[in-house]
């Protein structure tokens, strides 16, 4: 196996802890996905015309709505909506709960800790290239908010459902942006593996799912195994659908966990761009949150740096350049708060009912909405600035 | 691409509005700007009837919670009637569900829509007078 150059530091690492894990996560850094990447090759090669319009018919009405796109496009269209057999919709409930039981604290975890984690990988140089988490920060993080939501309403996963189409768009969306990657001169394959690859898109499923319940878990949440089995399956088939390749795709929160840890290690250490995005995010926090006065917004950055730091660890903070800061009894203080909540909730439901609420609406506030419904455009371009907003 | 069949009739002072599909990414910017239009001043309730209703996302009850909050300072009612199993948890688990009042159908929901709200207790006067000055 031909290992990228960034990676032969971290592989030869990686292999002294669990050599056959480290092989096919390495391995995988040189696979994008081959599906998608047919298809989206099939589409910008031959039908440039009818890329955008068929993409929006097959994901919103199936193989059906494509009478006259050629087979290889109905057939992709048509496997996607295959349910694997390890999803059962009626044990998504309970995991949906605890996500909205504990939306403050599972986008705080998201943002303050497993999106920077993310952000730490080579993954970070594909969305420094195109621009699109930089130039676009605000309206970038507010999709992947739109996109955590609607995976957690009930029923967010069914074919016709939001969580559904927003997957499988996301899924799109790199295969579109690899292939305009791996044809600039931007973009050095031999040291740093495919953009977007398998690897990468299995590490964010990981920490997205059971990196994020150990992050929140860190901030006072707590889950019972009936809910935090559910909340991993929803991932589960959320990064089935975003295209992670079974080999790599998690069966329960351990293996998650090992996957990350094992990614962690086989990545390089954090450049220049996974500074730039980890702080350009914490930076663009309070605007998402709608605070825009300039003291506020500097007290919020600090108090997130804070968390944040305690959080993903001294070591990963310094790295990432983050200021200096105490981190003593930052997360004890969430954890008592946390637990005072959970107390009054238990004494008294109609408590629970306005703390959801309220978790909601704040929630719907840090979330993007386009007013023309779903949007379906691809970007035509490696760099953000030369497409109109997506 | 709307996943969503609206048909909206007034009923004296009230709207009655009857869904049925997808309230979605798709469906809910044509929801928001419908019952825009339609909400003036002087409606006293708003009665969605949501028996086919089959999905609510998060765009939906963006929406739902727009629309109680507008209302709200109009004095007018939003009444939901007939909500299925499906569409009753996407309300729970969010707790949207709180900003509507619930009736059995369309007629128990307009004989709501005629109720005056009862005067306000002392607690009832000391919460609305909260925060005047």
């Not at chain 1, 909506?81 to 949906?96: K, M, N, Q, T, Y």
């Not at chain 1, 702080?279 to 003291?295: M, R, Y």
């Not at chain 2, 499906?86 to 969010?94: A, F």
Request: glycine share 8%.
């Amino acid at each position: 196996m031909t290992v990228p150059l960034e990676y032969q530091t971290g592989f030869a690492a990686a292999s002294l802890v669990d050599p056959v894990a480290a092989e096919r996560y390495v391995r995988h850094s040189q696979v994008g996905d081959p599906e998608a990447d047919a298809l989206i090759g099939l589409l910008q090669t031959r039908y440039p015309d009818m890329a955008a319009e068929w993409i929006q018919r097959g994901i919103e009405g199936g193989a059906a709505a494509l009478p006259e796109a050629p087979g290889a496009v109905r057939e992709f269209f048509s496997e996607i909506e295959r349910v694997p057999d390890w999803f059962d919709p009626h044990l998504a409930s309970s995991g949906c709960r605890a996500f909205h039981r504990h939306s403050e604290m599972f986008l705080g975890a998201f943002v303050g800790a497993v999106l920077i984690e993310g952000f730490s990988t080579l993954i970070s140089k594909s969305f420094c290239i195109t621009g699109r988490l930089v130039d676009q920060g605000v309206r970038r993080l507010k999709q992947n908010n739109r996109h955590l939501v609607e995976i957690f309403i009930p029923g967010g996963l069914d074919r016709r459902s939001d969580g559904w189409k927003l997957s499988v768009r996301i899924r799109l969306i790199h295969a579109q942006v690899r292939y305009l990657l791996r044809q600039s001169p931007e973009w050095d394959e031999a040291a740093w593996g495919v953009p977007l690859g398998a690897a990468h898109i299995a590490y964010a499923t990981a920490a997205f799912s059971a990196l994020l319940i150990k992050r929140a878990e860190m901030l006072g949440v707590r889950l019972s195994a009936e809910e935090r089995a559910s909340f991993l399956m929803i991932w589960r088939y959320s990064g089935h659908l975003m295209g992670v390749v079974p080999e790599l795709l998690f069966t329960n929160e351990q293996e998650a966990l090992h996957l990350h840890r094992i990614g962690t290690i086989c990545e390089p250490p954090p450049g220049v761009e996974s500074l730039i995005l980890a702080n350009g995010l914490i930076n663009s926090a309070p605007i998402v949150a709608g605070i825009t006065e300039t003291k506020a917004r500097r007290e919020l950055v600090k108090r997130i740096y804070q968390v944040s730091r305690a959080l993903i660890g001294d070591e990963m903070a310094d790295r990432l350049n983050y200021p200096p800061s105490r981190t003593f009894g930052v997360l004890a203080l969430f954890r008592w708060r946390n637990w005072i909540d959970r107390l009054l909730q238990d004494q008294f439901p109609a408590i629970a009912g306005l703390r959801r609420v309220s978790q909601f609406e704040q929630m719907l506030k840090v979330t993007h909405y386009g007013e023309g419904g779903l949007g379906y455009r691809m970007p035509a371009h490696v760099h953000a600035e030369r497409d109109q907003t997506l | 691409m709307s996943s969503l069949k609206m048909d909206l009739r007034r009923e004296g002072s009230g709207l009655v509005l009857v869904l049925e599909g997808q309230l979605d990414g798709n469906s809910a910017p044509e929801f928001a700007r419908l019952v825009a239009e339609q909400i003036e001043p002087e409606c006293r309730c708003v009665v969605i009837s949501a028996g086919g209703l089959q999905f609510v996302s998060s765009a939906g009850l963006r929406e739902l919670v727009t629309l109680a909050r507008r209302l709200n300072p109009l004095g007018a009612k939003a009444i939901l009637v007939g909500v299925t199993t499906t569409v009753e948890e996407v309300l729970e688990v969010s707790g949207i569900g709180s900003f509507y009042l619930r009736a059995a159908d369309t007629t128990q929901a307009l004989a709501l829509c005629q109720e005056r709200e009862a005067p306000p207790g002392f607690f009832g006067r000391w919460l609305s007078g909260f925060g005047k000055s």
